[in-house]
């Protein structure tokens, strides 16, 4: 009896799985699922079991070297995998292979595949290649062009989709390898990103957040990143949008604007300040100085009453003295920022800012880094006190962690709420009343419909 031999290799095929490990970023999220796309197209089902997986990759993160001490570590874990199981690939993907290929085929020589941000098409026939032979594939072009227009992601089921609209970066912060791992920036025609928003809604989703390094620089032919915005308010069944990260040289009024003539687009904004002092924010190549900040956070607060505003902070770097980080001290009060992502500043190889002989000592950093984390827990939670006593509209999420008959969602100023179920499901958005904030959550019971009609009447 003949065999079909086509079909005999698919059969093998669709019983090969695969694993993927995330590090840093939402761009990384997103990422790992348009690679998860492209494995499920070559027959790989997802396993959450890396010794089960006939596939291992490792998406990483270039930004801070804890991140990538991690993922070195994790790959000394997983050479024993590799002794066991020869014929399982494993790859190392993202930023670090972009950044640290030849380290990698030096002192990693087991790793099978070494793929930049770019190079995901490559994917399927790595997996052909792999059917023949066993030799290493690396690939770390970085593109003018790549944005990945035509593929969609494998994601799982959820409340909030991860949407790319840009890619690279062409700010050149003196403290950032992002440009030299993930190339110049460029943006996502808006049809495709249109037809990305729709398919997630298709889905399920009920919220999306677009993501791009600098997302408000988006700029295409079809408009800027407000038209983008405007445009897939539209989309019926979307009911909350977010984007991350703006920069501040970026945000006009147009865009304030179209934020506050839209019901869905969240009114919370993440404004990325990393220093409160002039001096090194001129060192860092921010392109703005702390008046032009402070006056652009006055602005989004005239044009958006009760505008939440997170940031990031990078505490010590080089050459910042004990005034530059009281001016950084300064502007977090001045601001009151609902949340901070805070950070010791971490030396990338081929920054400028890795040049300057006046580095900080780690002590100092570590010392700065900790009052500004019990600052900004103050202030977290001095913002949250406003909120006790109003009713908010939160998007149920999740099962609280602590308690499996509490809710847990996030409010449109970005803050967890947490309350007792009633009535209501998942992807719902429901008026809950603030009675406490605990830490970064606020805690409250479900308002119901006919209690609002009541005051009213």
């Not at 070297?65 to 790859?91: C, F, R, T, W």
């Not at 897939?232 to 040289?249: A, E």
């Not at 969240?266 to 220093?275: G, K, R, T, V």
């Not at 080089?318 to 502007?331: A, K, L, N, Q, R």
């Amino acid at each position: 009896m003949d065999i079909d031999k086509s079909m005999y290799n698919n059969n093998i095929q669709q019983s090969s799985k695969y694993y993927i490990e995330t590090y840093g970023c939402q761009m990384n999220v997103y990422d790992s699922e348009l690679v998860a796309g492209l494995l499920e197209k070559c027959g790989y089902r997802e396993t959450t079991k890396i010794n089960n997986a006939d596939a291992v990759f490792l998406n990483t993160c270039a930004i801070r070297k804890k991140a990538e001490d991690a993922v070195h570590n994790k790959l000394n874990s997983l050479q024993y995998l590799k002794k066991k199981k020869p014929g399982m690939i494993l790859g190392v993907l993202g930023c670090m292979a972009q950044n640290l290929k030849n380290e990698l085929l030096a002192s990693k020589p087991f790793i099978d595949v070494i793929l930049g941000p770019d190079s995901y098409r490559h994917i399927p026939d790595i997996i052909n290649q792999r059917k023949i032979n066993s030799e290493h594939w690396v690939d770390t072009h970085l593109s003018k062009f790549e944005v990945y227009d035509d593929l969609f992601p494998s994601r799982h089921d959820g409340v909030n989709a991860w949407i790319s609209i840009s890619r690279g970066c062409d700010k050149f912060c003196s403290f950032c390898i992002v440009p030299f791992t993930r190339g110049r920036e460029r943006s996502r025609s808006m049809k495709s990103i249109y037809s990305e928003v729709e398919n997630v809604v298709s889905k399920g989703y009920v919220e999306v957040t677009l993501l791009g390094q600098n997302v408000n620089s988006y700029r295409t032919k079809e408009g800027t990143f407000s038209n983008l915005l405007e445009s897939i308010c539209n989309i019926s069944g979307l009911k909350r949008i977010r984007f991350s990260s703006p920069h501040p040289q970026n945000m006009d009024e147009k865009l304030i604007e179209v934020i506050s003539n839209n019901n869905n687009i969240c009114n919370h904004i993440h404004l990325p300040l990393q220093a409160g002092s002039d001096r090194i924010l001129q060192r860092m190549n921010r392109t703005y100085n702390q008046k032009e900040y402070l006056d652009l956070v006055d602005r989004i607060r005239q044009i958006l009453p009760g505008c939440s505003i997170s940031t990031d902070i990078i505490v010590g770097f080089p050459g910042e003295t004990e005034f530059d980080f009281e001016e950084t001290i300064h502007v977090m009060k001045e601001v009151g920022f609902s949340n901070a992502f805070m950070f010791k500043y971490s030396s990338r190889p081929g920054t400028k800012a890795s040049q300057y002989s006046d580095q900080i000592d780690e002590s100092i950093k570590r010392m700065r880094l900790e009052k500004i984390i019990a600052l900004q827990k103050i202030l977290t939670l001095i913002e949250n006190k406003k909120f006790i006593g109003e009713v908010i509209k939160v998007l149920v999420e999740k099962e609280s962690k602590k308690s499996s008959n509490q809710w847990a969602g996030r409010s449109d100023g970005n803050t967890w709420v947490i309350f007792d179920k009633t009535n209501e499901n998942i992807k719902d958005i429901v008026d809950v009343i603030i009675e406490e904030a605990r830490g970064v959550s606020l805690l409250g019971k479900r308002k119901l419909e006919k209690e609002l009609a009541y005051e009213v009447n």
